[in-house]
């Protein structure tokens, strides 16, 4: 009986309020009687027709209501909207008053919310750029990348080798256009001084495939894509830095690497390019340059459009059978090699996704945390305004009136912490911005565009909402006469537990965003732990690369090289001094097949490859590394000397295991020489702290011809004073070449890591803001509830009890809502962190050194939060108390 | 007199219901538990539906057709009970609408539907 009553009396909700608090009793009795006098399907039939009735005419009964209403002349105010916007212009000034009477609350509610709002406007920027805005192409979503794949050896996505660009760009017939592109530093003269531009070097239907119009000119035509007739292509913003943005430089020619080129276009300013940041472009001429097109050496990005038709399953079937094919024509090269297709702009964002997501997450629980400080702010406010409330609602105002008005001026608090939010968010995009991608980077326009705007306005009604809807249902639930009565002092408006609930809360959310930032900084640390197999310290690193218009032979480019390492040298203040083909902790290059002498390749072994590392003959004392075993080289390994190999251990345990591979012969694929490996040295990490080490052969640089080194000077000083040495001695030899990527090794290290280190500090920085604010938090519900068991302290303190109990009683609850918040925090953090696991290095998400620290120093922050009330109850003056 | 006649002619006709409701209060003023029970007698059945019934009464008070009155003075103060009673505007409406129904009964040619009945 008492269900159907209950249903029944829900069911009374459609009609009007009015119709219901007058008769809703007697209705309710009806029913019951008619569907006490029924039986079995009777009462079915009871139920048919006290729904329908209901249904018609609570309806009816709203409509009857509404008709009369119309009949009014409030009725005209209404339609008109005058009534709402009159009210509400009375709510606003209201609110605005209302928020100057409490100037401290206010700046603090406001401020709070600025904190929380900003940061999520700020990371909302950054996921919409990347996540979901479009790629600034036309239809972005047919762009795709094509790689080298070895299934085999487990490599999916390799840079591309020129034969086989080209064999794919002929024969495939999935694309509407294929380009290839390979990023190249080039030395720029004539006008101004002399300086190193990226130049990135495209094959034909490169702007075409990213539907790119120049801004002045032209883009390349078929014409430009032969040796001694190219043209450059200016990026905007090099243009705009070294012509003054003057469109006359089309068609006037500039020195790129001591040739004349003549300038053909420039690139508007919105012109972005997935992987480089090339600041001119240029033809890129494959046939004669080596000629045949190498298939082992890979060094190309390719990109290409799907035809509106074509899916990107069966472009990857085709390019799956054109590996195929080449694999059959050519099976000394591409045994086990085939071509892979992926979307472009998953390759853009994929590598941050899961970063921003849990970045968008820690915000979300900040904006949850500051909510919740805000809410019990209020509910501390609130216990002031019971009697205005109450004398309003006395006067007649309707409970849904003065809700509106608390709610009002909640929203005006959030829309000011929203606007000072954007101001944060401005002032912040570009620390956030710094480590993605630069295809889709968020600037400080993005924060004023329509999606963001609506994200931040959302997460001030949100806030809103969530912080004021409690408060304010609180005050207005009320009876109204109560605060009006004599003595109406009873200061209980707050149910205990529901602050307690939310204090809860709080301490659970920080507890999740701290686990986070904690895992981030112990990742980090495990990164920074990991031997890179080289010293830091005391050195500075640039790189020299020759012009191979004045250095046409290997031989020049050698003895030029040469004579810089001694020349370094021989400078009393450089230690020692030598050059490598690819710096350590800089990135990725591609490897070759080496065949190692009388090694039996078994069927299931992969290809036999390595990564060719040519160097001078100090580098390996320059970088501090270890010769393990034999020797390094040295200035009589010469051009004419036997030719000489060093392997790194990966590469002696790897192809020698047991044995040593001193006096051991090895040779790369392409080439006819063998070497001698006369020695092994400790591994060096080229491509970050956090990636494996593969297989590595050293070769000296007289014996493997290059035309650019990355030099490392080792000194006793500041590595930086040794600048203009080098600069000097460049100049002698050669006075048209400039010094570049100037960087101390330190430094190098440092940007390996650049992007745990700004995902840590960004977590950190969100973990140190929720745990000031739960902090905040829980002292403000203790030192509120302190303030208001006065007179109850008082009491107890005048009947005997001893102050130190009081202060242990006080300190005791506080410690418990953060107890159950901690045990709730770490248990969602078990559940929540698993979804970080790709972005943590060397530890696991359940890492129970974090947890153990987090749980004890939130524990202590909560402490010490709750030990200020605490201290204030024990020095309760029980005389004043009780006068109160 | 005619402006009066137009202030109870909008209510015309009335449901059947409404007049039953007034025809009840013409006895004398009850309260809607009273109605109720001599509604359902008359009748012979539980016909009424409670949110009908109520809306139907808000309709007639908010027209103002039936008044809200007080209760007797020997009644439990406890048992709050709204009682109603029908107004003057009320009763002329009745009147109204049993005069019309009379003519429509001795009409002529509602006779002869009678007759070959």
């Known amino acids: 009986m008492n269900t159907s009553r209950s249903l029944y009396r829900l069911l009374l909700r459609l009609c009007p309020a009015d119709l219901r608090s007058q008769y809703g009793d007697e209705m309710e009795m009806l029913f019951l009687q008619s569907l006490s006098g029924a039986r079995g399907p009777g009462k079915a039939r009871v139920w048919t027709r006290a729904v329908s009735d209901v249904v018609r005419h609570g309806i009816g009964a709203r409509r009857d209501s509404w008709r009369k209403f119309r009949k009014t002349s409030a009725y005209v105010e209404y339609r008109t909207g005058g009534w709402w916007m009159d009210t509400l212009r009375y709510d606003l000034r209201h609110a605005i008053r209302a928020m100057g009477r409490q100037p401290v609350t206010s700046l603090i509610v406001v401020l709070t919310l600025a904190l929380a709002i900003g940061a999520n406007t700020a990371v909302f920027s950054a996921v919409h750029s990347v996540l979901i805005r479009p790629l600034p192409y036309p239809e972005p979503a047919s762009l795709v990348m094509l790689w080298e794949k070895r299934e085999a050896e487990g490599v999916m996505k390799n840079s591309v080798s020129p034969a086989d660009y080209l064999d794919w760009a002929r024969t495939a017939t999935s694309f509407t256009g294929m380009a290839a592109m390979t990023e190249v530093t080039a030395d720029l003269t004539g006008e101004g001084d002399p300086e190193k531009v990226s130049v990135a070097g495209v094959s034909a239907p490169y702007f075409e495939v990213f539907g790119t119009r120049p801004l002045h000119g032209r883009t390349f035509e078929p014409g430009d894509y032969t040796i001694g007739n190219r043209g450059v292509i200016l990026g905007h913003a090099f243009w705009r830095q070294r012509f003054g943005g003057d469109p006359g430089v089309v068609n006037r020619s500039v020195m790129l690497n001591g040739g004349p080129i003549k300038v053909v276009g420039v690139l508007p300013a919105n012109a972005a390019f997935p992987n480089t940041d090339a600041q001119l472009f240029v033809p890129l001429v494959i046939q004669a340059n080596p000629d045949p097109p190498s298939r082992t050496s890979h060094q190309f990005s390719v990109y290409a459009r799907l035809k509106p038709d074509v899916t990107l399953a069966q472009a990857r079937a085709e390019m799956d059978r054109i590996g195929k094919d080449l694999e059959a024509q050519y099976p000394q090269l591409s045994r086990g090699h085939g071509a892979h297709v992926t979307s472009l702009p998953e390759e853009i964002t994929g590598p941050v996704e899961r970063t921003l997501v849990v970045l968008m997450a820690a915000v979300a629980f900040i904006l949850l945390i500051a909510c919740i400080n805000v809410t019990n702010l209020l509910l501390a406010k609130a216990a002031g305004r019971r009697r205005e409330m109450a004398v309003r609602a006395a006067i007649g105002a309707a409970r849904a009136r003065l809700m509106r008005q608390l709610l009002v001026e909640c929203a005006v608090m959030a829309l000011a912490g929203g606007v000072a939010g954007l101001m944060l968010a401005v002032w912040s995009v570009r620390v956030l911005a710094a480590q993605l991608p630069a295809v889709a980077r968020p600037d400080q326009a993005v924060i004023f565009s329509l999606p963001v705007l609506a994200f931040t306005l959302v997460a001030c009604l949100i806030t809103c909402l969530l912080a004021g809807a409690l408060p304010a249902w609180h005050l207005v639930r009320e009876d109204a006469a109560e605060p009006l009565k004599e003595g109406g002092r009873s200061p209980v408006s707050l149910k205990r537990t529901l602050r307690f609930g939310l204090i809860v809360v709080e301490v659970a959310l920080t507890s999740m965003l701290l686990v986070g930032a904690g895992l981030t900084l112990r990742s980090f640390q495990a990164v920074l732990a990991q031997p890179a197999g080289i010293e830091t310290n005391n050195r500075l690193t640039f790189r020299v690369s020759l012009p191979g218009a004045r250095y046409r032979d290997g031989a020049a480019a050698a003895r030029f090289f040469n004579d810089l390492e001694s020349r370094l040298r021989a400078e009393p203040m450089i230690q020692s001094a030598g050059g490598t083909m690819l710096p350590p902790l800089t990135g990725f290059d591609g490897r070759r097949g080496v065949v190692i002498e009388n090694r039996e390749v078994g069927p299931d072994d992969g290809p036999t490859r390595a990564h060719p590392r040519v160097i001078t003959s100090n580098y390996l004392q320059a970088i501090g590394s270890r010769v393990r075993e034999g020797r390094g080289f040295n200035p009589a390994d010469t051009e004419t000397s036997p030719t000489v190999a060093i392997v790194n251990e990966t590469m002696a345990a790897r192809y020698w295991p047991g044995v040593s591979p001193i006096g051991k012969r090895v040779r790369f694929t392409d080439q006819e020489i063998w070497r001698e490996v006369v020695g092994v040295i400790g591994d060096v990490k080229h491509w970050g702290l956090d990636e494996p080490v593969n297989p590595e052969l050293y070769v000296p640089a007289t014996q493997f011809p290059v035309w650019a080194l990355t030099w490392v000077l080792f000194t006793n000083g500041d590595p930086l004073t040794l600048v203009p040495i080098a600069q000097r001695h460049l100049r002698e030899i050669d006075a048209n070449l400039p010094l570049f990527q100037v960087r101390t090794m330190e430094e190098v290290a440092a940007q390996s890591v650049e992007r745990r280190r700004w995902m840590m500090t960004l977590l950190a920085v969100f973990a140190v803001l929720a745990l000031v604010m739960a902090a905040a938090g829980i002292y403000g519900v203790m030192a509120h509830l302190v303030s208001m068991r006065t007179p109850e302290i008082g009491v107890r303190l005048a009947l005997g009890a001893r102050p130190a109990s009081v202060m242990r009683q006080i300190l005791g609850e506080g410690a418990m809502q953060a107890g159950i918040g901690l045990v709730i925090g770490l248990g969602g953090s078990l559940a929540l962190m698993r979804g970080m696991r790709t972005i943590l290095f060397g530890i696991e998400p359940t890492d129970p050194i974090t947890l153990a620290s987090v749980g004890v120093s939130l524990m202590i922050v909560a402490l010490l939060a709750v030990a200020i009330p605490a201290v204030r109850a024990m020095r309760v003056d029980p005389i004043a108390a009780l006068r109160q | ?117």
């Open chain 2, 1 to 117: 007199m005619t402006q009066d006649r137009a202030r109870f002619d909008r209510f015309l006709p009335l449901k059947p219901f409404v007049l039953d409701v007034l025809l009840e209060l013409a006895d004398g003023k009850k309260h809607g538990w009273a109605l109720i029970r001599d509604l359902q007698q008359r009748d012979g059945g539980d016909r009424i539906l409670p949110t009908n019934f109520y809306r139907t009464l808000r309709a007639l008070r908010d027209d103002g057709l039936i008044e809200e009155a007080k209760g007797d003075a020997n009644e439990d103060g406890a048992e709050r009970r709204q009682y109603f009673s029908l107004s003057t505007l009320g009763a002329k409406v009745a009147r109204a609408e049993v005069k019309r129904l009379e003519a429509l009964v001795v009409d002529p040619r509602a006779r002869k539907l009678l007759k070959a009945r």
